[in-house]
């Protein structure tokens, strides 16, 4: 509680945790937003275990089979389904490597000292903090590129990526399963090979054992295998099920023993990164199994349970992007100081307005263009078009009322009319070559 005595200023982390996780237990459990799947697949593997044990039960009641033969087949079959719904459960339930959130946007010597087109505004909310979008690291003597978060506020680690379901970063990202409703990352990926492994076991174990039940009832009855299936309709929906399921299930776990061996994660394999160069993490096939099932798993990054301060939850998730708004792109490129004479009249920042202008060919331009050149001079040919297409991309998109658009049409006005007292010209002139 805090000193004042108002207890809404300290709270659990997990209370004020700004990712799209659900929490139960106080904490102690963390599921991914899409947790009510997790039933789903219960009911998948829990329906047909227990129907192939009260099967093999009633077998051993009322047919004349080996007791001690039946009940092995009923324990066995009985075991491997707990097994592979506490296999489920460890991995929809457990932190699977979420890094921590940043409160604020990380210091960088490199602010203020470049201005090339890679460096993008972070936010709307620090304009005067420039980042590089990447940072190069050296891996086992490969240079690797990280990426900044923008919703993190962080370089991400090597292997890991940005949830988009969950809300979160995840250290050595594989997916986001659907089916356990969880995404699939370092400290939850071995368990998730052993749920589908154990699940295609089970597949099989019941596949299998179903075939000798009918084959058992045709040759107790003399009769032949359709009369013996017509007589165990459980028995056939048994085995058309878990021939259809085995498909899934075994197909994902040689795909995921594959990865394994070549230590990869799927969101590598998929992006195609080690096709055309060195695997930098491949340890060779044993050293890879080795470190993927011998290996310790890493403790969780985030003490979920651990108290904090609300109000700097409140700051980090001012400070984190609003996805109402999309994703930061090349419209918010532009520098901030043209705007700058122009907020006071309108109370609007260039930036912000400009996010209705199509700069996308502009950005391309300016990539192609000699170091030395200026930017300005893609941006603006002629102080009547700048106020003429402002107004119509403006007006087009419904954004502002006649009154803004003219202040801001002012606001160009004025900047033109600086840049040409500066420089004793109405219109940027491009650099002689």
Same mark, same amino acid.
């Given at each position: 509680?805090?000193?004042?005595?108002?207890?809404?200023?300290?709270?659990?982390?997990?209370?004020?945790?700004?990712?799209?996780?659900?929490?139960?237990?106080?904490?102690?459990?963390?599921?991914?937003?899409?947790?009510?799947?997790?039933?789903?697949?219960?009911?998948?593997?829990?329906?047909?275990?227990?129907?192939?044990?009260?099967?093999?039960?009633?077998?051993?009641?009322?047919?004349?089979?080996?007791?001690?033969?039946?009940?092995?087949?009923?324990?066995?079959?009985?075991?491997?389904?707990?097994?592979?719904?506490?296999?489920?459960?460890?991995?929809?339930?457990?932190?699977?490597?979420?890094?921590?959130?940043?409160?604020?946007?990380?210091?960088?010597?490199?602010?203020?000292?470049? &201005?090339?087109?890679?460096?993008?505004?972070?936010?709307?909310?620090?304009?005067?903090?420039?980042?590089?979008?990447?940072?190069?690291?050296?891996?086992?003597?490969?240079?690797?590129?990280?990426?900044?978060?923008?919703?993190?506020?962080?370089?991400?680690?090597?292997?890991?990526?940005?949830?988009?379901?969950?809300?979160?970063?995840?250290?050595?990202?594989?997916?986001?399963?659907?089916?356990?409703?969880?995404?699939?990352?370092?400290?939850?990926?071995?368990?998730?090979?052993?749920?589908?492994?154990?699940?295609?076991?089970?597949?099989?174990?019941?596949?299998?054992?179903?075939?000798?039940?009918?084959?058992?009832?045709?040759?107790?009855?003399?009769?032949?295998?359709?009369?013996? %299936?017509?007589?165990?309709? %459980?028995?056939?929906?048994?085995?058309?099920?878990?021939?259809?399921?085995?498909?899934?299930?075994?197909? %994902?776990?040689?795909?995921?023993?594959?990865?394994?061996?070549?230590?990869?994660?799927?969101?590598?394999?998929?992006?195609?990164?080690?096709?055309?160069?060195?695997?930098?993490?491949?340890?060779?096939?044993?050293?890879?199994?080795?470190?993927?099932?011998?290996?310790?798993?890493?403790?969780?990054?985030?003490?979920?349970?651990?108290?904090?301060?609300?109000?700097?939850?409140?700051?980090?998730?001012?400070?984190?992007?609003?996805?109402?708004?999309?994703?930061?792109?090349?419209?918010?490129?532009?520098?901030?100081?043209?705007?700058?004479?122009?907020?006071?009249?309108?109370?609007?920042?260039?930036?912000?307005?400009?996010?209705?202008?199509?700069?996308?060919?502009?950005?391309?331009?300016?990539?192609?263009?000699?170091?030395?050149?200026?930017?300005?001079?893609?941006?603006? %040919?002629?102080?009547?078009?700048?106020?003429?297409?402002?107004?119509?991309?403006?007006?087009?998109?419904?954004?502002?009322?006649?009154?803004?658009?003219?202040?801001?049409?002012?606001?160009?006005?004025?900047?033109?009319?600086?840049?040409?007292?500066?420089?004793? &010209?109405?219109?940027?002139?491009?650099?002689?070559?």
């Amino acid at each position: 509680m805090a000193p004042n005595g108002d207890p809404t200023k300290t709270k659990m982390l997990y209370q004020v945790w700004k990712g799209s996780n659900r929490f139960f237990f106080g904490g102690r459990l963390i599921f991914g937003p899409d947790v009510a799947s997790l039933f789903l697949s219960t009911f998948l593997i829990a329906g047909p275990a227990i129907a192939f044990c009260i099967r093999m039960y009633t077998k051993i009641k009322h047919e004349n089979v080996n007791v001690g033969r039946g009940y092995s087949i009923l324990i066995l079959g009985a075991l491997l389904s707990v097994l592979d719904l506490l296999f489920l459960f460890f991995t929809s339930g457990r932190d699977p490597g979420i890094l921590p959130r940043n409160s604020k946007p990380p210091e960088s010597d490199e602010a203020f000292e470049e &201005t090339t087109p890679s460096m993008e505004w972070v936010n709307g909310r620090t304009p005067h903090l420039k980042l590089p979008r990447t940072k190069d690291v050296m891996i086992n003597g490969h240079t690797l590129k990280v990426k900044y978060c923008d919703t993190c506020l962080l370089y991400r680690p090597p292997r890991a990526s940005h949830c988009s379901i969950c809300n979160n970063c995840v250290q050595r990202f594989d997916h986001h399963c659907p089916w356990v409703g969880q995404c699939i990352g370092i400290r939850n990926y071995r368990f998730f090979f052993m749920f589908i492994s154990t699940s295609t076991i089970l597949c099989l174990y019941v596949f299998v054992c179903s075939w000798i039940n009918v084959l058992e009832k045709e040759a107790e009855n003399d009769s032949s295998i359709w009369k013996a %299936l017509s007589h165990d309709v %459980l028995s056939i929906i048994l085995i058309v099920y878990c021939f259809i399921v085995v498909w899934f299930v075994g197909g %994902l776990t040689v795909f995921h023993f594959y990865l394994i061996c070549t230590n990869q994660t799927t969101y590598e394999n998929f992006r195609y990164r080690y096709d055309k160069k060195e695997n930098p993490y491949n340890k060779g096939t044993a050293g890879n199994l080795r470190e993927m099932f011998f290996s310790k798993i890493p403790s969780s990054l985030n003490n979920f349970r651990s108290f904090v301060e609300e109000s700097e939850h409140i700051v980090m998730g001012s400070m984190t992007p609003n996805f109402a708004e999309g994703q930061i792109s090349s419209k918010e490129k532009i520098d901030i100081e043209m705007g700058n004479g122009i907020d006071e009249d309108t109370r609007y920042s260039l930036p912000e307005i400009l996010r209705n202008l199509d700069f996308d060919d502009l950005e391309d331009e300016m990539m192609i263009k000699q170091e030395g050149e200026s930017p300005l001079d893609s941006l603006f %040919l002629d102080g009547q078009d700048v106020k003429q297409s402002v107004e119509i991309s403006i007006r087009g998109d419904g954004m502002v009322k006649n009154d803004q658009c003219a202040a801001f049409q002012n606001g160009v006005g004025e900047f033109m009319e600086s840049y040409t007292a500066r420089n004793g &010209t109405d219109t940027p002139e491009k650099p002689r070559t």
